[in-house]
């Protein structure tokens, strides 16, 4: 289980799902959401089959910016590389 952000850079991040993908693993993303009631509700009524056998689960998380949030300074939204080469926000 990790809390986000999952690393600190791009490399990091590729390197742990990598190792995931290597070794059949798994990997869960810690979200504030996960704590709400009805995310506990969800997984209750899944898990009793009130909506059948799940054939196929996707997940895709996304926060979409206006261009207020990127213009607001000149480091939002910026990608800069460490001397380490290591590729991170700024």
Not at 12 to 30: C, K, S, T, Y
Not at 45 to 50: F, H, I, P, S
Not at 81 to 88: I, V, Y
Request: charged residues 20%; aromatic residues 10%.
């Amino acid at each position: 289980m990790l809390e986000k952000p999952v690393a600190g850079c791009i490399q990091e991040h590729d390197a742990i799902a990598n190792f995931v993908n290597d070794n059949n693993g798994r990997v869960l993303i810690g979200f504030q959401d996960i704590y709400r009631h009805v995310t506990h509700e969800l997984k209750r009524r899944l898990l009793a089959g009130d909506f059948g056998r799940p054939k196929a689960v996707s997940v895709a998380g996304v926060w979409p910016r206006h261009d207020a949030y990127y213009s607001r300074n000149t480091w939002a939204g910026a990608l800069s590389a460490k001397a380490s080469g290591c590729w991170t926000a700024l």
